[in-house]
Each structure stands twice: as C-alpha cells, then as structure tokens.
C-alpha cells in the first residue's frame, strides 16, 4: 500500500471509488443519484490536497486534506470495499493523523462504519442531521 499526489487524470477514480464505497448507504438515506454524486466529486475534487491509495499500482482509494481556515477537511477518503475490515483504512488514517497540527473536520454518512473509525482516531460528533453527521478532532 502507498500513496502517490493525485492528478486532474484521478477524477474517474475518485467518482467510481465513490460510487462503490458510498453507494449502498447513500441508497438507504436519500437515494442513489449518479448524476448528482458524480456532480459532488466533480465540484469537489481538488488534486493538489488528494492523496490516491494504490495497491499493487492499482488505484483502490482515496484521500483529501483540505485546508480551510480552522482546520484541515479530511473528505472523500475511499477504499475499496473488498478492502474493508483489513486494517488498511486504520492505518492510512493513522499515519496522516500523526503527522496533522491542527484541528481536523470530516462528514460523515448517518450509519456508516466509518464514523466508528474516525470515533476510534479522537473525532467526536460536532452536529448530526439525520443524514450526514459533522465530526472534528481537535489539534494534538
């Protein structure tokens, strides 16, 4: 596993890492919108903060560190769902974390195993509206 910048090139990466990871609790929430998620990923791509997470040369995540003026947003962090439940997630997470100075901030979906993840690594609920729940992690 490793991680390599993102290019302009990744966004079809991005947008069916999306689809395949959030696809099933998006369903149960609102509704399965192609049009509208790839719209998002679209709107919201920024390369020069993306990191993509390879296996093998293989693009099988992804992971964004947006600065903002409080706190970094960590967004669209995708792996594949084959890779679930390996400890790969865990321990991206944990070495970008280590490295992070300021205060973190991420969405997440209502019901998603990824908010115990984040839970896990210092994230406490900020706000949760019944669709998506806010979370931060306070600088170290």
């Given at each position: 596993?490793?991680?390599?910048?993102?290019?302009?090139?990744?966004?079809?990466?991005?947008?069916?890492?999306?689809?395949?990871?959030?696809r099933?609790?998006?369903?149960?929430?609102?509704?399965?919108?192609?049009?509208?998620?790839?719209?998002?990923?679209?709107?919201?791509?920024?390369?020069?903060?993306?990191?993509?997470?390879?296996?093998?040369?293989?693009?099988?995540?992804?992971?964004?560190?947006?600065?903002?003026?409080?706190?970094?947003?960590?967004?669209?962090?995708?792996?594949?769902?084959?890779?679930?439940?390996?400890?790969?997630?865990?321990?991206?997470?944990?070495?970008?974390?280590?490295?992070?100075?300021?205060?973190?901030?991420?969405?997440?979906?209502?019901?998603?195993?990824?908010?115990?993840?984040?839970?896990?690594?210092?994230?406490?609920?900020?706000e949760?509206?019944?669709?998506?729940?806010?979370?931060r992690?306070?600088?170290?």
């Amino acid at each position: 596993m490793r991680l390599r910048a993102a290019t302009a090139d990744d966004l079809e990466h991005v947008v069916s890492l999306k689809e395949r990871v959030l696809r099933a609790d998006l369903e149960r929430l609102v509704g399965w919108d192609p049009e509208k998620s790839r719209a998002r990923v679209v709107e919201h791509f920024s390369p020069e903060h993306t990191r993509m997470i390879l296996l093998e040369d293989a693009v099988v995540g992804t992971i964004t560190l947006r600065p903002d003026r409080e706190a970094v947003w960590l967004e669209m962090f995708y792996l594949d769902a084959a890779l679930h439940g390996r400890g790969i997630g865990t321990s991206i997470l944990a070495t970008l974390l280590a490295a992070a100075t300021t205060p973190l901030r991420l969405q997440v979906l209502v019901g998603s195993p990824a908010q115990r993840l984040y839970a896990r690594h210092g994230f406490v609920v900020e706000e949760d509206d019944g669709i998506d729940v806010w979370m931060r992690r306070p600088a170290p």
